[in-house]
């Protein structure tokens, strides 16, 4: 059974950074991405990262800002939020889909939010100015 835990959610003033992990039971090195989403608003893509680590990819609005990386001995990602904005409030969720996608076929796919069928609860960051 796939279960995923986000942490390192909170309240932060502009400019500064957070640290997500998300930690993954029953899937091991499998592509796992983060979205985000505001009330209202569709669930978008964030950051994904490749099951052997070595492809990470952004969003145009966190290029350069936040960092995704993994652990694969620990079964762990995690998403570094620097320069943190206003905009950047939201509940980030971290997912992984059901099946090990390989990493030619995941930088077609990481985008979209069907590639995924299993999503953490998700974790509240506020970014207050």
């Known amino acids: 059974q796939v279960h995923l835990v986000e942490s390192g959610g909170g309240l932060v003033q502009v400019g500064a950074s957070l640290r997500l992990s998300c930690a993954a039971s029953?899937?091991?090195?499998?592509?796992m991405a983060w979205f985000r989403q505001t009330p209202g608003k569709e669930r978008e893509f964030v950051a994904a990262?490749?099951?052997?680590?070595?492809?990470?990819y952004y969003s145009e609005s966190v290029k350069g800002r936040f960092t995704v990386s993994r652990d694969n001995v620990e079964n762990t990602v995690f998403l570094q939020m620097n320069t943190l904005k206003s905009e950047d409030t939201a509940v980030y969720y971290c997912?992984?889909?059901?099946?090990?996608?390989?990493?030619?076929?995941?930088?077609?796919?990481?985008?979209?939010?069907?590639?995924?069928?299993?999503w953490g609860q998700g974790t509240q960051v506020t970014v207050s100015s």
């Open positions: 997912t992984v889909p059901a099946v090990p996608v390989g990493d030619t076929q995941f930088e077609l796919i990481y985008k979209n939010r069907y590639t995924y069928d299993y």
């Open positions: 029953g899937v091991n090195n499998y592509p």
């Open positions: 990262i490749s099951g052997s680590g070595i492809k990470t």
